[in-house]
């Protein structure tokens, strides 16, 4: 990304690269950089501007919110790259078999098991 040599706020993080600057510059980083690991770099955009009082924990304290939504969606992103990668290679799905629907008396059944448990 510093090798472009463009106009840009390079921030390391611990879950990737912050990349602000001119939407053109921004854009052309990404696909430079996305060119090295196509299935490996994900990008998702910044809801508010660095700074920002209403998500800013300078202000707020604490984490910043989203932070353990953004950890959960880092731990998965291995799979994603590993199913974007088969994809392309032309691997098919997992077919699964196909489940009719819940009979009346089976349902039955299930619910005076289940009132059954409870009352113990």
Same mark, same amino acid.
């Given at each position: 990304?510093?090798?472009?040599?463009?106009?840009?706020?390079?921030?390391?993080?611990?879950?990737?690269?912050?990349?602000?600057?001119?939407?053109?510059? !921004?854009?052309?980083? %990404?696909? +430079? %950089?996305?060119?090295?690991? *196509?299935?490996?770099?994900? !990008?998702? +955009?910044?809801?508010?501007? *660095?700074?920002?009082?209403?998500?800013?924990?300078?202000?707020?304290?604490?984490?910043? *919110?989203?932070?353990?939504?953004?950890? /959960?969606?880092?731990?998965? /992103? *291995? /799979?994603?790259?590993?199913? /974007?990668?088969?994809?392309?290679?032309?691997?098919?799905? %997992?077919?699964?078999?196909?489940?009719?629907?819940?009979? %009346?008396?089976?349902?039955?059944?299930?619910?005076?098991?289940?009132?059954?448990?409870?009352?113990?």
């Amino acid at each position: 990304m510093y090798s472009l040599k463009k106009d840009l706020i390079v921030k390391e993080t611990c879950f990737g690269a912050e990349v602000s600057g001119k939407k053109g510059d !921004v854009e052309q980083v %990404v696909r +430079e %950089v996305r060119s090295l690991d *196509p299935y490996g770099i994900f !990008v998702k +955009e910044r809801g508010f501007l *660095p700074g920002d009082p209403r998500r800013c924990r300078a202000t707020r304290g604490g984490a910043r *919110p989203g932070f353990h939504q953004i950890e /959960l969606e880092a731990e998965r /992103l *291995p /799979l994603i790259a590993k199913a /974007l990668s088969e994809y392309d290679m032309g691997a098919l799905g %997992v077919r699964r078999e196909e489940v009719g629907a819940l009979g %009346v008396d089976r349902f039955k059944e299930i619910i005076e098991d289940t009132l059954k448990d409870m009352k113990m």
